[in-house]
């Protein structure tokens, strides 16, 4: 008798563990929403073009992780896109006049927030949005407009000439 | 002389063909008596102990070092290409769709399906299969299939456990040692690996199972009831499922794309 209740006992303990690496497997390591911590406060900042920002992602100052972005939504008030970003309290001394913009690590690297600070004496608290944003690079974009400038400027030009300063 | 030479090859070819219909013989015997069987699950519970709570240890540890290794050899690939934050994904979707199953299934082969078959082995050379068929006990009623399934049941919770340690020794490796951004680590990994990835690994890990059991217990059933023919038997067991889980992984990685 004792001996079938070890032997339930491990089983379910054995059960127990399988199931719940299943449930970490699919809730935790799929594309669903996961808690980054309640430290911090919260800032909110509102973009025109996120590109491709992702929960999670760091946000920093001066290449120093400060925090995370919490969550991404559409915000149909203003028709931008409302970034959450959680930062740690530690810094809690971001001029209210502090301009952020998303940027990428690297040529494929993954897209971040980088705040620049502002002269303000006044320091951002929970909850508090940014002023000053600045979308994130879409390279299509960069590269129209890149081609339709050159196209342009063959035609102001009519000689093929191809010194121009 | 080549008639001796061509009669051996006949005979090897009509013994393969043999085993295989044995084999499938046996499977058909096996799946009629799952849901029968299915109703003394004090039985399958005692077996799922056996094969599936004893291999936990030899699993996890496993799953660390594999998970390790591949954030070891993934980050020394992946820096060539400046992309070291897609870390995770790789190991992610390497050990959830190959390596959790395959290597949680030649483990298990190892650790399980060699005690299943030397077990099954001795009963058979200790004659007490024959006195359970002597009392009008079905052995395989009574003793295959809790074994059986006991094993099937536990293959895929010992890959899922294997690919979750997995994923934590390899943020250890990536994360703590080699300072890939944790953030980019976890963030990348999930929104890269979809739900079809996961099941992928489950319905691999799953027919790994039934393969591997199957084998196992057919080959202690069948054993030659000497010392040697039980050697044989877990030998046997152990190369036929590792052979079998990698052409089984190559034909469901394809039909699976």
């Known amino acids: 008798m004792r001996q079938t209740r070890t032997i339930e006992l491990g089983t379910g303990l054995f059960v127990l563990l399988g199931f719940s690496a299943l449930f970490f497997l699919v809730t935790q390591i799929t594309n669903r929403e996961f808690g980054l911590g309640d430290g911090g406060y919260q800032l909110l900042a509102a973009f025109e073009q996120v590109g491709g920002l992702k929960a999670g992602a760091p946000v920093s100052m001066s290449g120093v992780t400060i925090g995370r972005v919490e969550g991404i939504e559409y915000d149909f008030d203003e028709y931008k896109a409302r970034v959450k970003m959680r930062i740690d309290s530690r810094f809690d001394r971001i001029p209210d006049d502090s301009d952020a913009g998303i940027f990428t690590a690297g040529l494929l690297g993954g897209q971040y927030i980088g705040i620049g600070p502002g002269g303000s004496e006044t320091f951002l608290a929970e909850g508090d949005q940014m002023q000053f944003t600045q979308s994130a690079i879409v390279l299509e974009n960069l590269i129209s407009k890149f081609l339709f400038s050159k196209a342009a400027d063959q035609q102001a030009d009519p000689p093929a000439e191809e010194s121009t300063p | ?257």
């Open chain 2, 1 to 257: 002389m080549p008639a001796p030479i061509i009669r051996e090859l006949v005979d090897s070819i009509r013994e393969t063909l043999q085993t295989l219909g044995a084999y499938a013989l046996f499977a058909g015997r096996v799946a009629r008596e799952t849901p029968r069987a299915l109703w003394r699950f004090h039985l399958v519970v005692e077996q799922v102990h056996n094969s599936g709570a004893h291999s936990l240890v030899i699993t996890m540890l496993s799953g660390l070092f594999v998970g390790m290794v591949l954030g070891l050899q993934g980050f020394d690939l992946l820096e060539r290409f400046g992309s070291e934050e897609s870390l995770g994904t790789a190991a992610a979707l390497g050990l959830l769709k190959e390596l959790g199953p395959v290597i949680t299934a030649l483990l298990f082969a190892g650790r399980a399906g060699t005690a299943l078959a030397s077990e099954l082995g001795l009963m058979r050379a200790t004659d007490q299969l024959a006195a359970m068929e002597m009392m009008a006990v079905d052995p395989v009623r009574r003793v295959v299939m809790p074994r059986f399934l006991g094993g099937v049941l536990s293959m895929p919770l010992l890959a899922a456990i294997f690919s979750m340690i997995g994923i934590f020794g390899a943020q250890l490796v990536g994360v703590q040692l080699m300072r890939v951004d944790s953030g980019q680590f976890w963030s990348k990994m999930r929104s890269a690996v979809e739900f079809g990835d996961v099941m992928e690994g489950v319905v691999k890990s799953c027919v790994f199972g039934v393969a591997c059991s199957l084998i196992a217990v057919y080959e202690g059933y069948h054993s030659v009831p000497t010392a040697e023919g039980v050697g044989r038997a877990t030998t046997r067991t152990v190369v036929i499922s590792s052979v079998v889980v990698l052409l089984l992984d190559y034909m469901l990685t394809a039909a699976m794309l």
